[in-house]
């Protein structure tokens, strides 16, 4: 049985203003051994999240739709944040 474990997520894009950046997103989270998972916390918690975002009204869009615009991640991302469950952002 595994215990505790890392996970880590790194995402890199680059963005074309003037001159060329690499912008990095980072997300590390450990799981706790009386408790949930790495995996569990960074799947299942913005599962949840969003549900209760559907059941609150602050997201209205009817569908399936991805997590890719600021008016589904905005939100998300906020209560991820409360959670403890941040993203790191880095322009190199």
Do not use: W
């Not at 799981?31 to 609150?56: E, F, K, R």
């Not at 906020?78 to 403890?84: D, F, I, P, R, W």
């Amino acid at each position: 049985m595994i215990s505790n474990f890392l996970f880590f997520l790194m995402l890199n894009s680059s963005v074309c203003l003037t001159e060329q950046q690499i912008l990095t997103s980072t997300l590390e989270a450990y799981g706790s051994p009386n408790g949930h998972s790495a995996m569990a916390l960074t799947v299942g918690l913005p599962c949840g999240i969003a549900t209760q975002l559907v059941l609150d009204g602050v997201l209205k869009t009817p569908g399936v739709h991805a997590p890719y615009s600021k008016e589904i991640c905005d939100p998300i991302r906020a209560v991820l944040e409360k959670e403890g469950l941040g993203l790191i952002e880095k322009a190199l």
